[in-house]
């Protein structure tokens, strides 16, 4: 796919795209919100440089590291993706608390619904914020939102230096590793 112009990004701000779920899912992954780059390609994670997608091949989740536009095959591996906010954005400090807290509420009535294992939310501070638990760390929490339990990873995002690539997919194969 060719690589969008800056007009064509500004032009994909505030635009949704669609979850993939499947009911039964072992694991939903649920982005922040999509950037601009997901919102022009209508695809997950799909800026190049995020990590999203090495990650879980990396952390065996995967049997081959798929492409953004090869999402809908998540699903016959058992896992989803959905965001916390839906609407495209150039960066995540751009969301507002409220929206957080309302893609949390929404995030608690997907998840009850679609049933999933676990839920896997990736991004620390959006998950404080969106679930009001300021002193979360990564990992598994101790809440549960029906039967599914609830773990925080890192945002795969190039933009958080924290995390290379190699302990990002540590904690991922952590999550895997926990589904077991």
């Excluded at 906010?85 to 995540?92: E, K, L």
């Excluded at 300021?134 to 945002?155: E, F, H």
Aim: glycine share 10%; aromatic share 8%.
């Amino acid at each position: 796919m060719p690589r969008p112009s800056r007009a064509e990004l500004a032009a994909a701000k505030d635009r949704t795209i669609p979850d993939v779920l499947a009911p039964g899912l072992d694991v939903l992954f649920c982005g922040i919100n999509p950037g601009l780059y997901s919102g022009y390609t209508g695809h997950h994670f799909a800026r190049p440089g995020n990590r999203f997608w090495p990650a879980l091949h990396a952390s065996g989740f995967t049997p081959r590291l798929l492409r953004p536009d090869e999402q809908d095959e998540l699903t016959g591996f058992g896992l989803g993706v959905t965001n916390l906010v839906a609407r495209a954005t150039a960066r995540a400090d751009e969301l507002t608390d409220d929206e957080l807290r309302r893609g949390g509420e929404r995030l608690v009535r997907v998840v009850r619904e679609h049933q999933p294992r676990m839920l896997a939310v990736v991004g620390i501070t959006a998950y404080r914020t969106a679930f009001d638990v300021p002193k979360a760390v990564i990992g598994r929490q101790p809440t549960a939102i029906g039967d599914a339990g609830v773990w925080v990873l890192p945002n795969p995002s190039g933009l958080n230096a924290h995390y290379q690539l190699d302990a990002l997919a540590a904690e991922f194969r952590k999550l895997r590793e926990a589904l077991r």
